[in-house]
């Protein structure tokens, strides 16, 4: 885990706080966090009085984000047999979400 996370924080240095959810609770991802650089974190828990589906803050992105891909056909299912392979899929995913958002814009 601190590999990825000095890969993140090589590619996005202005990334400075972390959601996790809840099941990252705990002095694991903090010790984690600490040695890789400066990173505000703030574990996004569901409370246990909760029934059936709950809002919670910021996960919504993440949900809306796999939403999103899912639309993609190659994306539904995993079938790629590099990591290389499926980034690249998971790019040209998101490059077509983009370029049809800046198309509508395009015309008006």
Same mark, same amino acid.
């Not at 010790?31 to 059936?52: F, N, S």
């Given at each position: @885990? %601190?590999?990825?996370?000095? %890969?993140?924080?090589?590619?996005?240095?202005?990334?400075?706080?972390? /959601?996790?959810?809840? =099941?990252?609770?705990?002095?694991?991802?903090?010790? &984690?966090?600490?040695?890789? =650089?400066?990173? %505000?974190?703030?574990?996004?828990?569901?409370?246990?009085?909760?029934?059936? /589906?709950?809002?919670?803050?910021?996960?919504?992105?993440?949900?809306?984000? /796999?939403?999103?891909? =899912?639309?993609?056909?190659?994306?539904?299912?995993?079938?790629?047999?590099?990591?290389?392979?499926?980034?690249?899929?998971? @790019?040209?995913?998101?490059?077509?979400?983009? %370029?049809?958002?800046?198309?509508?814009?395009?015309? &008006?």
């Amino acid at each position: @885990m %601190t590999d990825l996370l000095r %890969t993140i924080k090589h590619c996005w240095p202005w990334l400075l706080h972390v /959601f996790p959810d809840g =099941g990252y609770a705990g002095d694991k991802l903090k010790g &984690r966090l600490k040695k890789v =650089g400066k990173w %505000t974190l703030e574990i996004i828990k569901r409370t246990d009085k909760a029934k059936g /589906f709950e809002l919670l803050p910021r996960r919504w992105v993440v949900e809306r984000t /796999f939403a999103w891909l =899912g639309r993609s056909r190659r994306l539904a299912k995993d079938w790629e047999k590099s990591i290389a392979s499926a980034e690249a899929w998971i @790019m040209i995913a998101h490059i077509r979400i983009i %370029t049809k958002r800046l198309a509508r814009y395009c015309y &008006r």
